[in-house]
């Protein structure tokens, strides 16, 4: 049986929902940080790691509902049609 497309694209679309705000704040405010530490020409790792942990701690807190329903929406697709997918029976 082949799978449809719709859940490999649904995996995906979910994947991208739970993954994509955090590391696109992570990705900015580190870039940032590096920028500060260029111009500056000082080598600390705090100006680079706590920007990042307190980001994504706020991105989790205020967005993480917003993402985690994605995939919820997703998981009960699945386990809705997870009868059709694994049809036992004679074939045609």
């Known amino acids: ?4 497309d719709w859940y490999i694209a649904g995996a995906m679309s979910s994947f991208i929902a739970m ?3 955090p590391l696109a704040v992570c990705l900015a405010l580190g870039i940032a940080g590096a920028i500060l530490q260029t111009t500056t020409q000082i080598r600390e790792a705090a100006i680079t790691f706590v920007p990042k942990a307190i980001g994504l701690l706020l991105i989790i807190g205020f967005g993480g509902m917003l993402m985690f329903s994605a995939e919820v929406r997703y998981a009960r697709h699945i ?6 997918m694994t049809y036992v029976g004679a074939r045609d």
């Open 1 to 4: 049986m082949r799978i449809p």
């Open 19 to 21: 993954a994509g705000p």
């Open 79 to 84: 386990f809705r049609d997870l009868g059709t």
